[in-house]
């Protein structure tokens, strides 16, 4: 199965795509070059066809495969208890921002399953792995912001502390999106928060950068950024 696969990847390389994705991210395995979308079309295959044979047999030695893999997790139709599974298993191997925001968004159980997915979540908020923590913002900020966790999310960041600049961004991109859907809320939590300089003044930024947010919001929030 994993050497029809790569020959399907190979038929699909792109030097243009490598040298782009290189450029954008430091530390993945190395790379064959194909775009996200066809990578997509083959995980979504997979997933409908036999995901376990290939879960199981991947060997994870490509960036590309362990995109499908992501992405199978996420789009497989098992009993959850197995997704579950094999998303913990998988967590703990991801080391660059691509393959863990694809795990994240593709995992769409997590809308339908909260409680259960936020259990698992909650197995790593006391990590001190860079990319199991940013999984977890990316996660909630992909799943979770809504009238149930938002305040929980809101929550972890501010007691969640890490140097990690893919953690930190996270976390901003995460407040943007927050005040995207909860303005009031939100505000309430850059007036008073235990966030890090660099953290908040880059949340600040992205906020200001959103299409989503209003001007006079901008200009109030303007206000905030630290020096």
Known sequence: MIEEILLKLDS??????????????????????????????IAKDISKTNPIEFLNSNPLNIYELEMLQAMVIGYMKEELNIVLDYAKSFIPLIHDW??????????KIAKKYQKEVWKLLKFYFDSRNEFELRCVV?????????DDYVDEVIKFIDMTNHDGYYYKIACAWCLQVIMVKY?????????????????HNKAISKMIESYRISLDMKEIIKKLKRK
Not at 19 to 35: A, C, D, Q, T, Y
Not at 183 to 199: A, F, R, S
């Open 12 to 41: 699909l390389k792109n030097n243009h795509q490598l040298e782009f994705s290189k450029s954008l991210i430091p530390g993945s395995l190395p790379m064959l070059g194909v775009k996200v979308p066809d990578l997509r079309i």
């Open 183 to 199: 303005p009031d809320k939100c505000l309430t939590y850059l007036n008073n928060n235990n966030l890090d300089n660099w953290t």
């Open 138 to 146: 990316v996660m909630m900020l992909s799943h979770f912001i809504n």
């Open 98 to 107: 691509s393959v863990n925001d694809c795990f994240c968004i593709t995992f």
